[in-house]
């Protein structure tokens, strides 16, 4: 799947598993198209992997997600999995989003698959 907002970095780390940041900074009319790649990565991961649960719990994947808008107040930003929409306030400016998606070498092996041609 091609992706023009997420550049995705990965770590590997010695017990298999990886994490995949990406950072992306959009103005307002942006804000659209890069939630659309949010969406589409997280839709995979849940429907590949079942529902985000943390490592520590026994889950398969997990993520974190986390946005500051232009004067680099938090903004909420969720993904509700049940609807597969991302949900992130209206804003003026310039908003960024910190994309945090980490799994065991399964994940990790398939993600790469996905996304990171």
């Known amino acids: 799947m091609e992706l023009e907002y997420l550049l995705f970095d990965a770590t590997d ?19 659209s198209p890069l939630a659309g ?3 589409q990565v997280l839709g995979w991961a849940h429907r590949s992997f079942g529902a ?6 026994g ?3 997990d993520f974190d997600l986390q946005a500051v808008g ?3 107040a938090p903004l909420t ?5 049940a609807s597969g ?10 908003v960024t989003v910190a994309f945090t998606v980490s799994g065991p070498r399964a994940f990790a092996d398939a993600f790469r698959e996905a996304f990171a041609g």
């Open 85 to 94: 929409r991302l949900v992130l306030p209206q804003v003026r400016g310039r």
């Open 70 to 72: 232009e004067d680099d």
């Open 77 to 81: 930003i969720m993904y509700e999995a």
């Open 13 to 31: 780390e010695e017990d298999g598993s990886c994490s995949f940041d990406a950072l992306a900074s959009v103005t307002p009319d942006h804000i």
């Open 52 to 57: 985000a649960v943390p490592a520590e719990d």
């Open 59 to 61: 889950g398969g994947w």
């Open 37 to 39: 790649e949010i969406t």
